[in-house]
């Protein structure tokens, strides 16, 4: 099986006491499903492209303190994906002298993904890759050893609706807070919705390359799911499309050797994909001690790029 048996334990708890798949999961078996559903984006523009776009225009501000003194920038990836939306970042920076590449993400078989693109478009490039899962553990140390050497900057970047697909975004961010120094950068690239014109969102999720990434890591463990099955939903109140798998008849599935029943008729949440107004993902950032050094949405208004530092905490 794909997972350590920390993480079955962890799946087998999700499903067994609250019904979920956690989406994390689906990276490690399912990362084709995901380079799939990423090509297809591009392919058609949406989403993913709209946020390539931004980011190039976005450049110049964010990384207006790299000055000649600076002879090493480590470009830190959260989620790395396949890489390829780390490559204009790459090609902006291209006159720095030592540029280091750092992929981190919970599934292996993605940062290699991301490690053969980059070194294919440059080829000199260093790499250092970090399997971690950070939504649980910071990444403090590897960084700290990779930045002791002076004139270096370290600029995090969180791309692709990573920030959205978590289930706690305060938790989420405040966790790679700690992995950032004070003058550390992170950039996120997120979509941002009309709260009010879910239907237009609903769509990118019924996509077939989605149920294939999301319901990958119950057909890795054995359970038959079918497409019918799949049903993207609209939650109003907590701003998020929420997917699941309604069952059209009993199922088990057996994770570090404990068998998991479900009867006809129930659901197992797949994801949830939390959807930011401007103002929401603003407020998000401020609360948990990020300072917003650059916001920018796109003409559409469908994604944003913000650039945030850490401040230290003052009492109100
Ligand atoms: C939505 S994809 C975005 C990929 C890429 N950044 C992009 O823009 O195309 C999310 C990425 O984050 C990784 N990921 C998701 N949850 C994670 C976690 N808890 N810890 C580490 N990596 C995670 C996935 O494996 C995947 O590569």
């Known amino acids: 099986m794909y997972l350590t048996k920390n993480q079955e334990l962890e799946l087998l708890s999700a499903l067994d006491s609250r019904g979920e798949s956690p989406l994390k999961f689906a990276y490690i078996p399912g990362y084709k499903e995901w380079i799939n559903v990423a090509q ?31 002879k090493t920038v480590n470009i830190i990836d959260f989620g790395c994906g396949d890489g390829v939306p780390i490559l204009p970042v790459i090609n902006y920076l291209k ?43 910071e990444i403090l140390e590897d960084i700290f050893q990779l930045t002791k050497s002076t004139n270096t900057r370290n600029y995090f970047f969180l791309l692709g609706n990573t920030l959205g697909n978590s289930n706690n975004t305060e938790k989420f961010l405040s966790n790679l807070k700690l992995s950032m120094f004070s003058e550390d950068s992170l950039i996120i690239g997120n979509q ?29 463990y ?20 929420e997917t699941f798998l309604t069952l059209r008849e009993d199922k088990k599935i057996t994770i570090a050797s404990y068998p998991v029943s479900f009867e006809k008729g129930e659901e197992i949440l797949l994801f949830t994909s939390k959807k930011f107004g401007e103002e929401n993902l603003a407020e998000e950032l401020n ?21 945030v530092t850490p401040t230290r905490y003052k009492s109100e």
């Not at 058609?44 to 003194?69: M, V, W």
């Not at 070194?119 to 399997?131: G, L, T």
């Not at 879910?198 to 999720?205: A, G, P, R």
């Not at 019924?206 to 999301?214: D, I, P, S």
């Open 40 to 70: 297809k984006s591009r392919e058609e523009h949406s989403i993913q492209f709209e946020e390539d776009l931004l980011k190039i225009e976005s450049f110049p501000f964010i990384f207006r303190e790299i000055t000649d003194q600076i």
């Open 222 to 241: 054995g359970m038959k799911c079918a497409f019918e099955e799949y049903t993207v939903r609209w939650n109003v109140r907590q701003k998020q499309i």
């Open 287 to 307: 609360n948990v001690g990020f300072r917003i050094d650059f916001f920018a949405t796109n003409k559409k208004k469908n994604t944003c790029i913000a650039s």
């Open 95 to 137: 006159t720095v002298p030592n540029i280091r590449y750092i992929p981190v993400d919970i599934s292996e078989n993605m940062i290699l993904e991301a490690k053969k693109t980059l070194k294919n478009k440059f080829p000199k490039i260093e790499i250092v890759s970090i399997i971690s899962d950070f939504e649980k553990g």
């Open 192 to 220: 941002i919705a009309n709260l009010f014109a879910s239907s237009k969102f609903i769509k990118y999720y019924q996509a077939k390359e989605v149920y294939n990434l999301v319901t990958s890591t119950l057909r890795n």
